[in-house]
C-alpha cells in the first residue's frame, strides 16, 4: 500500500511541476506579448571625423545626416561634426543609419555619398567615416 501511496506522490509531485512550469512560460508569453520585449537606453552625443579614403585628410564642407535621430551637421575644415542636439537617449538595441554627402561642389573636390549603419553602442564614441572621391567618368 505504501508504494502505491508513494506512486501518487510522485505523480502529483510532477504535475505540479509541469503545470507550474508552463504556467510560468505563458505569464511570460502573455507579458511579453502585452507589453513588448523590455527596452534599454544609451546616452550617446553623436561627434566623429571624416576623412578621404585614400590620403586620410579631414574633409570640410561635407554634411553628415541620421533621419532617425534628426540629426544633421556639416563637418569643419578639420573633418569634425557634432550632433547640436547634444546628448540624446537612442534604444541601446537599434541601429541607426548615418549618411555623408558632399554640398559643397568642388571646392574641395567631389566625393561620393556614403551610407552606414551604426549601432548606439557605437554612436557613444566619436565615429571615424572614410569617404572616396568621385572618379572622373562620374
Not at 65 to 90: C, H, K, W, Y
Request: charged letters at 25%.
Amino acid at each position: 500500500m505504501k508504494v502505491f501511496q508513494r506512486i501518487k506522490e510522485k505523480k502529483q509531485q510532477l504535475l505540479r511541476f509541469l503545470f507550474g512550469s508552463f504556467s510560468a512560460t505563458a505569464l511570460m508569453f502573455t507579458f511579453q506579448a502585452c507589453y513588448g520585449m523590455p527596452q534599454s537606453y544609451v546616452d550617446v552625443s553623436v561627434r566623429g571625423t571624416v576623412t578621404d579614403a585614400e590620403t586620410g585628410e579631414p574633409i570640410g564642407g561635407l554634411k553628415v545626416t541620421s533621419e532617425r535621430i534628426n540629426f544633421s551637421d556639416t563637418t569643419n575644415q578639420d573633418g569634425n561634426f557634432e550632433d547640436p542636439a547634444g546628448v540624446r537617449m537612442l534604444d541601446e538595441w537599434a541601429d541607426y543609419p548615418i549618411r555623408v554627402t558632399d554640398i559643397d561642389s568642388t571646392d574641395n573636390g567631389l566625393y561620393e555619398t556614403l551610407d552606414t549603419v551604426f549601432s548606439a553602442r557605437d554612436l557613444q564614441n566619436p565615429i571615424h567615416l572614410k569617404v572616396k572621391k568621385q572618379s572622373e567618368n562620374s
